[in-house]
């Protein structure tokens, strides 16, 4: 889609699409496009329900950063995990500890090392809180060393393998029965 037929969509028919048209993955400028129509339709970012957020789905990557950082808590962990990677590391940087934290496991799972190396010393703390992972700075002595923060936070293909067991484990005993 051009930045000029993006502009022309039916606002009525953009409102009837919006979960199929947020499921797509567009680039970055018609994604903020696609953001703008959204704005006209639920008003303020910072307004925004769960509901509107999870129907938005990788809309969410056109919000600039201060739109980003307008979000309520509330609603992060009603994101599409596939919106995740698409926000550009920069503006993933702007949202606060607190907003990272309720984004919840499955979303900060998604956060890419590119978005993580934006990311400030607290922003990465709150980012392992919401994984489960306790990250605790180590106070530096001089009878010992830090302890070196974790470098990854990852979880997803392996809560996924175990889903997928999880979930074949009937199956198998059925096939085997």
């Given amino acids: 889609m051009s930045r000029e037929e ?5 606002t009525t028919s953009y409102r ?10 567009c680039p970055l400028n018609i994604t903020e496009l696609l ?4 704005v006209r339709m639920f008003g303020l970012p910072r307004n925004w329900t769960e509901a509107q957020v999870n129907t938005l789905g990788n809309i969410i990557a ?3 950063a201060t739109e980003l950082q307008s979000l309520s808590p509330s609603v992060l962990p009603f994101l ?3 919106v995740i990677p ?3 590391p920069s503006r993933l940087a702007a949202l606060s500890a ?7 496991p499955d979303n900060a799972a998604m956060v890419t090392d590119a978005q993580r190396a934006a990311l400030g010393d607290l922003q990465r703390a709150a980012l392992g809180e ?5 990250v605790q700075k180590a106070e530096v002595t001089t009878q010992s060393s830090p302890t070196p923060l974790p470098q990854q936070y990852g979880g997803a293909p392996r809560l996924w393998i175990m889903g997928s067991v999880v979930f074949l484990q009937p199956l198998l005993l059925l096939i085997l029965g």
Avoid: W
């Fill in 62 to 64: 056109g919000l600039n």
């Fill in 35 to 38: 953001k703008e129509r959204a």
């Fill in 16 to 25: 009837e699409a919006l979960r199929a048209v947020g499921s797509v993955q």
């Fill in 80 to 82: 599409s995990q596939s």
């Fill in 6 to 10: 993006a502009g022309q969509i039916n």
């Fill in 86 to 88: 698409l926000i550009p």
């Fill in 98 to 104: 607190s907003q990272l934290k309720a984004m919840g």
């Fill in 130 to 134: 919401a994984l489960g992972v306790s």
